[in-house]
């Protein structure tokens, strides 16, 4: 049993028993990783505002059986996505794709500095739909599934559907915002 400590944003959550939550975290070194937080949805859990949905923390992490969230501290928030329902949805289709494209427990600094540049110029963006495109781009190229070489793709939701062989639920909800 050992214990680390890594930085990362938390592109998903899903409650757990009682009062934990299951985390998938996109880090720096560990790549995409999944993290109990017990307790984290307690009212008085001093854990739970830095394991929220975009939040860029330094997470320590105790590694038994499972990966056990030890302690959270917040690096970037990224509340000015999460205060603007447009740039929130687009957000979310950004943590849907890692989540669907990435491996797990396979660094990608790359892909990880790509996405912290992303939601960062989300922020202040008034183009998302561009901005993801560019990111759908090199995020394909960054884990192999097209050659930097090759021209762009046309429709990068149809190829990215069939790589994951299914359809992306995000995409439904931007087009009612």
């Known amino acids: ?3 680390f400590k890594t930085e990362g944003i938390v592109i998903k959550r899903k409650d757990f028993a009682e009062a934990d939550r299951i985390l998938t975290v996109f880090t720096r070194y560990q790549g995409k990783i999944s993290i109990i937080a017990k307790g984290v949805r307690r009212i008085k ?3 739970s505002p830095h394991v929220e949905l975009l939040n860029q923390s330094i997470l ?3 590694e038994s059986r499972m990966l ?5 501290q917040t690096l970037y928030h990224y509340s000015l996505l999460k205060n603007d329902l447009r740039k929130a949805g687009w957000a979310f289709y950004v ?3 890692l989540d669907s494209l990435l491996a797990d427990g396979q660094e990608n600094r790359a892909v ?3 996405t912290q540049k992303t939601l960062l ?3 202040t963006t008034d183009n998302p739909k561009m901005l993801i495109s560019e990111f759908q781009q090199e995020l394909l190229i960054n884990l192999g599934f097209w050659p930097r070489k090759q021209a762009l793709i046309e429709d990068s939701d149809a190829f990215i559907e069939d790589i994951i ?7 439904r909800i931007l087009n009612l915002i």
């Not at 062989?165 to 995409?171: G, L, N, V, Y």
């Open 60 to 62: 320590n992490i105790h």
């Open 95 to 97: 943590c849907e794709l």
């Open 112 to 114: 990880y500095d790509l």
């Open 1 to 3: 049993m050992r214990s």
């Open 165 to 171: 062989e299914r359809k992306i639920k995000t995409k």
């Open 121 to 123: 110029r989300l922020e």
């Open 45 to 47: 859990s001093r854990r």
């Open 68 to 72: 056990i969230l030890t302690e959270a």
